[in-house]
C-alpha cells in the first residue's frame, strides 16, 4: 500500500478512469469544487443514500422522511441568522495571491505542534520501560511547554471567534509565524467575514425581482415543515424529521476533491424533543450515528469524537465525528443540539405559533432540538478512499480493487461465460435474467477471465459468476469473491440466495 500522500491522488485518478466521479464539465476545463457522479458513483451514491434512510426512517417509528424545495422565502435564512451570521474568516497571502480560511490555517498550525507532541511521546514510549505516559506528558519540558503553547492559542481563538474579533484572529496568525504554502511569505491581508451563501433572483421582471438563496443546508426545510409534519402524521414527540438533498455554500478554499464542494448533498435529521431532556437525547443521537459509521467495518480507529471549541449560534452542545481520510482526520457528521433557536425564530420572524401541545404535560411548548447532519459526498469519500487497494499478488503483478462493503458496491455481481460460443452466453444471460431483478449486474464476454476479473475488481465488484462448458451439464458455475479471490462451484439454482445473503443491507441494519 502507498504512503498517504500519495494515496489521494491515486485514488482520485481511479474515481475518474472507472467512472465514479468526473469534474463538472470538464470540456470547459470544469467549474471549480463541483463534480458529477458517473455511472458507478451514482449507484454507490444512492447505496449510502439508502443505508441513511433506511436506518433512520424505516428502522425508527418516530422518524419520517420529507423532501422540500432548495428555494425557500427569503427571510427564512433572516431568521436562521445565516443571512448576518453564516460568515468565514478569509485572508489573502498578498504575495501568492492564494485565499484561505483563517480559522483553517490556525487549526492546521494547532495540530503541527500535537502532532510534534505525539512523536515526543512516541519516542520515549519506545525508550523506556514501564513507561508512566502521563507523568511523561506533564514533566518533559519539551512536551509541557508545547501544550502550554496550545493551550494559550485555543483560548485565545475560542475568544476571538466568539468575539467576532478578526484582527485578534490575524494576531494569532502571526504569532504562530504561519506562512502561505505557496509563497512561503507573512505577508498577510487583514480578516475579513465572508457570506458563503449563493443568491440569486426570483421573478421574470426585474421589478418584482427579489433576492433568494440556494439553501446552505437542509435542516431549515424540517423546521418550516415542523407542524405540517407533526399534525398530518399525529407525530408525538419525541419524533424526528429526516431528509436528503442538496445544500450550496460559496466555500472559500474548495479543495480535497468531494471533500469541500460548493454544490453538495447532505442527510440531515432533526430530533424534535421535550425541553429539558435534550441534553440525553443529544448523547443518544451520537452513539447511534456513531453505531451507524462502525457497522459499516470501514476498520477499527477510523472514526472518532470532536467537541465543538466554537458553538455555532443556535447550539447549546456540539461533537463531530471524524473520520481518518487520507489527508488526516477530519469532520464527517456533525451532531448538534439546537435547542429551540430556530422554531423560535421562525415563530418571531413569520409570526406564526410553532408549538407542540404534550398531551402528556397538558401544555404548549416549543420543542428543542437534536439534529444529526452528515455530507453524503464526504460519507462516499470516507468509503472511496478506505476501500482502495493495491495489492501485490504472488505473480509479481498488482491488483487494483475496491474493498467496498459488499451492500454498497455499484454492481453485484457480474456473470461472464467462460467463451463467447457453444451456448455458454445463453446460459450466462439466463443466470443474468433471473438476478437482475434483485440487483444490479454486468455481462462481460471480452478478454481472458483474469483480465474480467480485474476489472470488476476496480469497481468493487463483490462476485463474478463464471459460465464453463461443465455448467451446461451439471447447472453449476464458479462464483469468484472479490475480497479473498478465492472460488467456489455453486449450483445455478443456488445462486440468487447465496447473493441475496451475501449483499443484504438487512445484516447490517441488524447491528444497529
Ligand atoms: P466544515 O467545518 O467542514 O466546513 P461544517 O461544520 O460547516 O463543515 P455543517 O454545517 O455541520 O458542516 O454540515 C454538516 C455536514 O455537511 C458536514 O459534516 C459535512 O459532512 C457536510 N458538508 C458541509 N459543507 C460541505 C461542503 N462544502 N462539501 C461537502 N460536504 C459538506
Redesign the pocket.
Known sequence: MSNNAELFPKIISHAKEYGFIFQSSEIYDGLAAVYDYGQYGAELKKNIREYWWKAMVQMNENIVGIDSAIFMHPTVWKASGHVDAFNDPLIDNKDSKKRYRADVLIEEAVQKIEAKIEKEVEKAKARFSPFDEAMFRSTNARVVENQTKIDAINTRFKAALEANDMDGIKQIIIDLEIVCPISGTKNWTDVRQFNLMFSTEMGSVSEDSSKIYLRP?TAQGIFVNFLNVQKTGRMRIPFGIAQIGK?F?N?IV?RQF?????E?E?MEMQFFVRPGTEMEWYESWKQKRMQWHIALGLGEGKQRFHDHLKLAHYANAAA?IEFEFPFGF?????I?SRTDFDLKSHEEFSGKKLRYFDPELNESYIPYVVET???L???FLAILSTAYNEEKLEDGTTREVLNIPAFLAPVKVCVMPLTKKDGLPEKAREILDVLKYDHITQYDEKDSIGKRYRRQDSIGTPFCITVDHQSLEDNMVTIRHRDTMTQERVAIADLPKLVNSKVSINEVLKQL
Open positions: 443546508e445544500a455554500r466555500e474548495a468531494i471533500f469541500r464542494m460548493r453538495f447532505q463531530d477530519k469532520e464527517l457528521e456533525g448538534h447532519s452528515i455530507g459526498d464526504r460519507m
